[in-house]
């Protein structure tokens, strides 16, 4: 507590119960009191206690196997970093439990600023170097790039095993901009296979980093010899593309049915790339990809689609009240007196035909998303129900919300059109209050959930995606407007 409120009196009392008190591990992880106080920035009680500590001590006390200079670089303040360092320079090179430098940790971290004067400190160490397997994991483009030509004067510091293991470790980080600063240097490095014989392009795959994926297929006709390798076990890039890498641990329904869509659109992605031969090889287990894709997602695609068909079953009952409002209100607005004037803004004919315009085009829009729902809930293929795809599926709940909210819209407009027909003995100011309200809760409901919209929005348009240039011409326009859209939701 003394350590952490920064109170040194306090802290320092305890000399006389231990001499060293500032070696006692404080719980089972060996926290110290310096730990402590480099996690709640206590500045000052840190620089005291450099009085008493040697410099053994900041080497050999560690908390879950990371040094106090350690927990600085996290933290990001450098005045601790800076009091830690002049006394034991050599904390630049003790790694944490992870096996990162605290430049790393730094970087990783955000503390741009921190990482420069790591930086600086390390390139004036004599004794040490970074290497570029570590200056891979830095993050930071002007350190990499300088740490990289003062690499490149000095040859023997590079050799062909260390390039290997650094465009490896960028591959498989998706660390694009070194993978372009390396392939400008050596462009031979495109064709490097590691021990289980992978390309840059298997780990792209595996990894699911797509801008790493797309850098290498813009390599001309390397792809072409990249596409054709197998690994170890017999493994082509679809049959990676097909493999299950993410966490199984996962926040709900939704979580699951969004992931599987990226992974049934990532198998398809890679897909279209291969040779119709390679859709059917087999691997070292006897398993073509489209096999391996369903063996290895076959939890994942049973909770998708129950998740979907859950959602789709709770709307599928929110459209149907919607459309018997709006038939029971068609029915039951009197028509009378059709060509009376007494009425805002316009006749009653005109009023009239608002209203059965607004059910008439919400009932049909109601009734196309309880179609979208239903296709939901049930199987596409009695046959083959694990062909069902989550993706297809998603889109038309997609489409089936954005029919739903045009409705509810729809009769919005038809609620204020029989308003003015039933009340129109009221006065004028409680139909603007009325569309004003309305608007108002338009207005609000936007800017609360305006991701899940652009997000909506986005899925509808995704089919555009792949390759735009060759839809026709009509829809080009949808397609810009989907890549604003994609730009928003990354900002939003």
């Avoid at 740490?147 to 591959?171: D, P, R, Y």
């Avoid at 809930?377 to 038309?396: D, G, H, N």
């Avoid at 409680?430 to 569309?435: E, K, R, W």
């Amino acid at each position: 507590m003394g350590a952490a409120s920064g109170n040194w009196s306090e802290a320092s009392s305890y000399v006389k119960f231990h001499p060293y008190w500032w070696r006692n591990p404080l719980n089972a992880v060996g926290t110290t009191a310096l730990h402590v106080a480099v996690s709640m920035e206590q500045t000052s009680f840190v620089e005291k206690l450099m009085h008493c500590m040697s410099r053994e001590d900041l080497e050999n006390y560690k908390a879950e196997g990371n040094t106090a200079f350690c927990l600085a670089a996290i933290t990001g303040n450098e005045k601790i970093v800076e009091i830690l360092f002049c006394k034991n320079p050599r904390l630049l090179w003790i790694r944490d439990q992870n096996h990162l430098l605290p430049i790393q940790l730094a970087s990783s971290a955000g503390h741009i600023d921190l990482t420069e004067f790591l930086f600086q400190k390390t390139s004036e160490d004599k004794q040490n170097k970074l290497t570029f397997q570590d200056v891979a994991e830095i993050a930071h483009r002007d350190i990499v790039s300088s740490v990289f030509n003062g690499m490149e004067k000095e040859k023997e510091t590079m050799n062909h095993a260390q390039l290997s293991k650094a465009i490896f470790n960028a591959a498989e980080s998706g660390s694009i901009w070194i993978l372009k600063l390396l392939f400008e240097h050596h462009p031979d490095l495109l064709f490097e296979v590691n021990s289980s014989k992978q390309s840059l392009l298997h780990i792209a795959i595996l990894h699911r980093h797509e801008s790493v994926y797309r850098l290498i297929l813009s390599k001309g006709a390397a792809k072409n010899v990249l596409i054709k390798l197998a690994d170890i076990e017999d493994n082509t890039v679809l049959h990676l593309a097909a493999k299950m890498t993410q966490p199984n641990g996962r926040s709900g329904l939704s979580a699951d049915y969004v992931l599987m869509r990226s992974e049934e659109r990532w198998f398809q992605m890679v897909e279209k790339i291969v040779p119709a031969a390679m859709k059917t090889m087999r691997n070292k287990y006897n398993e073509t990809p489209e096999e391996l894709f369903y063996e290895s997602h076959k939890k994942l695609h049973k909770e998708s689609i129950s998740g979907l068909q859950d959602v789709a079953n709770t709307l599928i009952v929110v459209a149907t009240l919607i459309i018997s409002l709006g038939i029971s209100g068609a029915m039951t607005i009197p028509i009378e007196n059709t060509d009376g004037t007494n009425t805002p803004f316009f006749t009653r004919k005109i009023w009239y035909t608002f209203f059965f315009l607004s059910v008439a085009f919400g009932t049909c829009f109601c009734v196309s998303s309880m179609f979208f729902y239903a296709s939901v809930i049930l199987p596409s293929s009695w046959a083959k129900p694990k062909e069902e795809s989550v993706r297809l599926r998603q889109t038309k709940l997609v489409f089936g919300n954005v029919s739903l909210f045009v409705s509810v819209a729809l009769m919005f407009s038809a609620l204020i059109s029989a308003s003015v027909l039933i009340f129109e003995f009221l006065s004028s100011w409680i139909l603007y209050f009325t569309c004003g309200l309305g608007v108002v809760v338009f207005i609000v409901h936007l800017t609360l959930d305006y991701k899940r919209w652009i997000g909506i929005a986005c899925s509808v348009l995704s089919y555009l995606e792949d390759s735009p240039g060759k839809r026709a011409k009509l829809i080009w326009p949808i397609y810009k407007i989907y890549v604003f859209l994609t730009w928003a939701k990354k900002n939003a």
